[in-house]
């Protein structure tokens, strides 16, 4: 069902020349009988808990749901760009090219989907992201289609939240990339409306980040909360240095978008991450039938609790399958991404749709508090904003 592919130099080589020549005018082969999807996920290096979770989650969905769709049999060729834009945009180029594909998806980190979406729209085939969270990532392509959420959409809210429950200084810690600024320049517009002050701003480098020296100038600050934005896979390292430099003792609260409590690795971050206040999309514990089913075949599955990026992925698939129904199996670009506007269902997450305007998501934000259930630590869900929009466009 899943073909991994190794990039190699030559191979790059000759999928860039190639691109080159006569990309525009390639239009991916209409195979009777199958239907192509490039998957492009981080495997490897820093973001791989991201590409994990998505893979794992569209097998899943494939062994419920069965690999045919509309008579026609659903191939998923994958390919580790380890969240580096070049080979993103190599891996991108091999599977139009040489592979034909009928859909690219995945996308880990912002910088990835932007690197393929020119690709995307000179090929004219659907590219479906269902990782990356920054505003601007549906702005580059008119075939491009999000499954995953905004930082827009989450920082906003725990920042109204913030201000309402007596938080009235911040330090802010984010990654200093695309989606690090969106989440920062969000929650400061909010949090500074409502009278809050932002104390200290530290950026920290995207790849390989040690937190240490920015959280002792946090804590020399004395804020009420850090608000935090690192990118899914940080957050277990952020909060072991939080708490090795004491900052939970001295009484400094953790708050932001829930990328850093994520489900995937928040059991095991230890009582310091006890009392973190988050908004999110999606919560391993959110109390739905359809989730608790989703985590129990998740789990026994793999062995491991999915996390936001799985529901994601989960979602992406759905919304391919449910764009061929729409098609009858036909695989034309501009169809499918027709078919994909406005398609509404109930996710593991909550109720979701596809905006026909900016081809983004809408969904429910979540505010959630880390406690102790039955011995693990889970995000439990205590107020609800419905059918949230990205406010990185609405605002516009």
Do not use: C
């Amino acid at each position: 069902m899943f073909e991994r592919k190794k990039l190699s130099h030559k191979t790059a080589w000759a999928a860039a020349a190639a691109a080159i020549a006569g990309l525009a005018t390639i239009a991916p082969a209409k195979a009777e009988d199958s239907v192509k999807v490039g998957l492009i996920l981080p495997m490897t290096g820093g973001q791989a808990s991201t590409g994990k979770q998505i893979e794992n989650a569209i097998k899943l969905y494939m062994q419920q749901k069965g690999d045919t769709v509309a008579g026609k049999k659903i191939e998923i060729i994958l390919k580790d760009d380890a969240a580096i834009p070049d080979k993103t945009k190599t891996a991108t180029q091999e599977l139009i090219v040489n592979d034909k594909v009928h859909v690219i998806a995945g996308f880990g980190v912002t910088p990835a989907a932007l690197a393929a979406a020119p690709l995307a729209t000179q090929a004219k085939i659907p590219e479906v992201v269902m990782a990356a969270g920054t505003s601007i990532i549906t702005e580059r392509s008119p075939y491009i289609v999000r499954t995953s959420f905004t930082l827009a959409q989450s920082s906003t809210i725990i920042a109204d939240w913030a201000v309402k429950n007596g938080i009235k200084k911040v330090a802010t810690l984010t990654s200093d990339y695309a989606p690090g600024n969106d989440a920062l320049n969000f929650f400061k517009q909010n949090f500074t409306a409502g009278g809050g002050e932002v104390v200290e701003e530290v950026k920290t480098p995207l790849a390989n980040p040690d937190f240490a020296p920015f959280l002792q100038r946090m804590k020399d600050a004395k804020p009420d909360a850090i608000f935090v934005f690192v990118p899914a896979g940080q957050g277990g390292n952020f909060m072991k240095q939080y708490a090795e430099r004491g900052l939970d003792k001295a009484g400094i609260k953790v708050i932001g978008p829930g990328d850093v409590t994520d489900d995937d690795l928040l059991n095991n971050m230890g009582d310091a991450v006890l009392g973190t206040v988050t908004a999110h999309l999606y919560s391993a514990a959110h109390p739905s039938q359809m989730n608790k089913d989703f985590v129990a075949a998740y789990k026994k599955a793999y062995g491991n609790r999915p996390g936001f990026m799985a529901v994601s992925g989960y979602d992406g698939i759905h919304l391919i399958y449910e764009a061929l129904k729409k098609t009858n199996g036909d695989t034309d670009g501009t169809k499918l991404v027709e078919a994909m506007k406005g398609q509404k269902w109930e996710s593991p997450r909550g109720p979701i749709s596809i905006d026909p305007e900016t081809r983004d998501i809408v969904q429910n934000i979540y505010i959630r508090k880390v406690e102790k259930v039955d011995g693990e630590l889970y995000n439990v869900e205590f107020a609800t904003f419905e059918a949230v929009k990205d406010l990185g466009k609405t605002k516009k």
